[in-house]
């Protein structure tokens, strides 16, 4: 079962405008991670935030965690066509002993239009 | 460095047959983690490796099973295939284990018929 929920489900918007994914989760984590698929690829690391952070960038990425209510965002900014794919959070409650365990949200699927 | 790599990338099954798929780390990457994609399912955790011990193990059927060998390479076998077994088989490696960056191979896709 999903770990978690994306908000929206699909969002399409024109190239260089900004584009918002949200994660809510429902247990408590050691960090969450956003990931890129292009059309059943492989996935592609975009960027991790651990538990004790509050906000990470990384390029035209910046993602956001509150751990108070659960949830995620990510945002892209000046979109381009080519960021068209889908974008899953991913939670891992790991601890060093305990190994890894990525729990996957359903994703969203961002079409951006040239 | 080279990618994650996984082998076969296509795969057609029958029935009740057995597969096995093969996938090689990051070089230094020590942590294989396995999970299948399907459209119904989603993303799911099958199991992760590391130093050649299984160190989590998802839900699924003791028909799918694994192993790690001394240089970090890690096979995946699925017994007695049934229809819903039909997924994309994606491994992700990991300098270690314990909540860090996991990296994606690009799948091998199972078919069964």
């Known amino acids: 079962s999903q770990q978690g929920e994306e908000d929206p489900q699909a969002l399409s918007i024109q190239e260089g405008e900004n584009a918002t994914m949200n994660c809510s989760y429902k247990?408590?984590?050691?960090?969450l991670q956003w990931y890129r698929q292009n059309s059943g690829r492989g996935l592609v690391h975009l960027i991790l935030?651990?538990?004790?952070?509050r906000e990470k960038h990384s390029g035209r990425l910046r993602v956001t965690l509150d751990t108070s209510k659960k949830s995620s965002s990510l945002l892209i900014t000046a979109s381009r066509a080519a960021d068209t794919a889908s974008y899953f959070c991913a939670t891992d409650r790991a601890v060093r002993t305990s190994g890894s365990r990525l729990t996957f949200g359903e994703g969203t699927q961002l079409t951006v239009n040239p | 460095k080279a990618g994650v790599t996984q082998t076969p990338r296509y795969l057609i099954k029958t029935r009740g047959q057995q597969v096995t798929l093969s996938c090689s780390p990051i070089s230094g990457h020590r942590s294989v983690s396995w999970y299948q994609q399907t459209p119904g399912q989603g993303l799911q955790f099958l199991f992760e490796y590391f130093s050649e011990t299984q160190r989590n193990k998802g839900n699924f059927p003791g028909r799918f099973s694994g192993r790690q060998f001394s240089n970090s390479r890690s096979e995946m076998n699925v017994s007695t295939l049934e229809l819903g077994d039909s997924a994309l088989y994606l491994c992700?490696?990991?300098?270690?284990?314990?909540?860090?960056?996991?990296?994606f191979g690009p799948g091998t896709r199972l078919t069964v018929t």
């Open positions: 247990t408590s984590i050691n960090n």
């Open positions: 992700a490696s990991s300098q270690r284990t314990g909540g860090f960056e996991q990296y």
């Open positions: 935030i651990r538990s004790n952070e």
